[in-house]
């Protein structure tokens, strides 16, 4: 068995990911499984270089070692791409140039990360070439029939990719979204026990969708609670949260950090929720 953890720089770790680190790593290792490091790396504006190395350096504090080297989201855009040509071709995207205002006037639904796009362009003649495409959920629901996928902790569960509406599977400056990377990567990493806090659970609706689509192998998933504030909401770097680099320069002991959180000994506590997701 193998897990991952993928982290993106565009910002420091903090004991949030730490937590999800040692999810990932420690589930691995009381299997005999591998765990593996994916540096999620392909938002071209968000994403800062700099932060890699720190990672590096995070995890080795931390005490976790990864199986093999890294690997980088970025060096596999030409198979991202190919799997959307792939999506293309079997008449499930279409171009979008609604902006992110145009969908929530229009909008009528909430769903997980906001509001639902309302299909606005599902039947509308689209320049491509400035647009992001979408998957036609309904349309690929149709073609796969009922799915189900399995949380360790939670269960069996019906995959429902439609309470997102129609996902951007590439976007406009690039051959992929985050749904669309994240689940091609994880079948050429091969992991098969995919590891990630609760805030995603209703991500792997989507994943299990594309899985379907494109043919790839089914891995079983586990979300994790969330470290959170006193306030109730997740940890975040916006909101003070310190980094584990700063915790590190600041010459507190990682391995210590690391136990702290096996041990259940939280900052302020955890959210069971699937809830407290916020758009990035
Ligand atoms: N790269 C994503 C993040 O840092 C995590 C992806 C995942 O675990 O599925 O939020």
Redesign the pocket.
Known sequence: MRT?????P?GPLHLG?AY?AIVAHDTAKARDGEFILRI?DIDGERNRPEFVEEFFRDLAWLGLEWDGEAVFQSHRLASHASAGEQLKAMGLLYPCTCTRAEIAAAATQVGPDGPVYPGTCRHREVDPENAAWRLDVTKAMTLTGPLEWRDEGAGSQAATPQIFGDVVLLRKDLPAS?HLA?TLD?ATDGVTL????MD?FP?SHVHRLLQALLGLPVPTWLHHPLLIEKDGRKLAKRRGAPSLADRRRAGEDGRAVAMALREGRFPAGLSLSQGVHQA?
């Open positions: 991952r953890f993928a982290p993106s565009n990911h999800a999620e985050y994240v994880d995919v590891t990630r806090g995603l991500a990035p």
